[in-house]
């Protein structure tokens, strides 16, 4: 089987550090857990930023230095910036991040609408999806396809038949917010993709490590981080990102499976550098 690509999620829009401390918001925070995360094992970061008081932004500014001092300290690490940044920032505002030097390798590409709890709708329509995945085209950028439900895969098909994205296609099944994070949920999406896709998992909250256990055993690729859950088991805090990517490094030792390095997670991802 193919070493596993973990992809640390350090920091997200939504989650404040009121839900945990350690969530980062300052660069020098944001880079402590970057460290933390590719320490224990991470090959990929992806990346939110925020304000110093921990308001979500997508300035380009701000990614570019985050980018750099992450860089600095993880010097072979896939850094990830996100386009979805947080609910009701504008496709300009949020397609800023794709706008640093050099351009990022790797950057999400949001393939639908969604339900994101309470009164919020997290909006992708077919032209912003159509949008965002030309302009990452044009700037080299391999998308990761995040898809919340089945139909967003049929979105990023769409995409595909327009010419738009390039093979190898990856997905990030993103299970436990619109669609819920069952055994059966994960394997119905993975059927779904292209062959030769390949495909990583991100369970939210209490799902995290249960499809995260799946995902090793099927050969996909795991994400974890204070993005998606903050905890490391039931009612303990995470101290860090690093303790959440540990505890899938442990997982997959148990279960047969190697780490990927960087540059292995480049050959896999086919990413050229
Ligand atoms: N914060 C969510 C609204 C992404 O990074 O591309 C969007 C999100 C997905 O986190
Ligand atoms: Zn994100």
Redesign the pocket.
Known sequence: MEKLIITAAIC???VTKDHNPAVPYTVEEIVREAKSAYDAGASVI?L?VREDDGTPTQSKDRFQVCVEAILKECPDVIVQP??????GMTDLERLQSTEIVPAPEFA?L?CGTLN?GGDEI?INTDNTIFNFAKIMKERGIKPEL?VFDKGMIDIAMKAHKKGLLVEPLHFDFVLGVQMTATVRDLVFMVGSIPAGSTWTVSGIGRHEFEMAAVAIIMGGHVRVGF?DNLYLEKGVLAKNNGELVEKVVKLAKLLGREIATPAEARKILSISK
């Open positions: 997200g829009a939504e992806h939110h996100s386009t979805g940044g947080a609910v999400t949001d994101f997290f995040e993005e």
